[in-house]
């Protein structure tokens, strides 16, 4: 029994944020991969959609430069043959401000030949604009 | 073949929102039910984590209190045999203020018997409380 690609990509994206090695990484993108992180990408530029290994990288070197992940935790998942998608919280220090985030994510990743060809992430953002920026915003109440 | 669990727990949600009809969604709920919309819930007290029938079914009444869902697009999906995962684009009217809002979420849903027993869901909140607010909140660009 093979591994799931998911948790391949997983490994190589994380030491390709963490520890700047980005070889195992692009061994797994598909030269057309299609890539979005929806979100603010006035504060985040690492943020949005890329398309194709060499902008895929380049994001990832941008993440790589912002962020250190410290821990990860799966709150829930679903696997497929060729696809995986996960709620994720991580464990983060902005190494701008170095201040601690804890974020919340989805990600819907598909695979073929073991290659990364599609990921969509969607992110609790509001929550992360807050911790990034150090202070509440305020909010009336709508309802 | 029998329908999968999710389209009929999709249906009968969007009917006791839209319609205020509640009895399909009712019967299509676990007893111990385990709910959670992570957003912001000074702004949206209707986001949160609710347990059991009852404080599903007043929640979903709050939101019908609040929006109107026009349209959604599933644009990511997986299936299991007791569960479904997507990430959708929705089309809401915020009835308070009557602004349109357009809404993207990711959903993980666990089915027992085909009644929902637990449901997660992840919402790209920045991006709906601008749209909720009717302005842009400045950012500084961090990265």
């Given at each position: 029994m093979t591994e799931h690609s998911l948790w391949r990509f997983s490994r190589a994206l994380h030491r390709a944020i963490?520890?700047?090695?980005?070889?195992d990484l692009a061994a797994l993108l598909d030269d057309n991969v299609d890539w979005a992180v929806y979100g603010p990408i006035d504060m985040f530029p690492f943020h949005g959609a890329?398309?194709?290994k060499a902008a895929v990288l380049e994001v990832?070197?941008?993440v790589a430069d912002n962020i250190r992940v410290h821990r990860f935790e799966r709150e829930s998942m679903m696997?497929?043959?060729d696809s995986g998608a996960s709620i994720m919280r991580y464990s983060l220090t902005a190494l701008?401000?170095?201040r601690p985030i804890s974020l919340r994510l989805a990600q819907f990743a598909q695979f073929s030949g073991g290659n990364l060809t599609s990921i969509r992430v969607v992110i609790d953002t509001f929550?992360?604009?807050e911790q990034a920026l150090g202070r509440p915003?305020?909010?009336p109440k709508i309802a």
């Open positions: 963490n520890e700047r090695q980005s070889e890329r398309r194709g990832c070197r941008q696997l497929g043959v701008g401000s170095n929550d992360l604009v915003i305020h909010l």
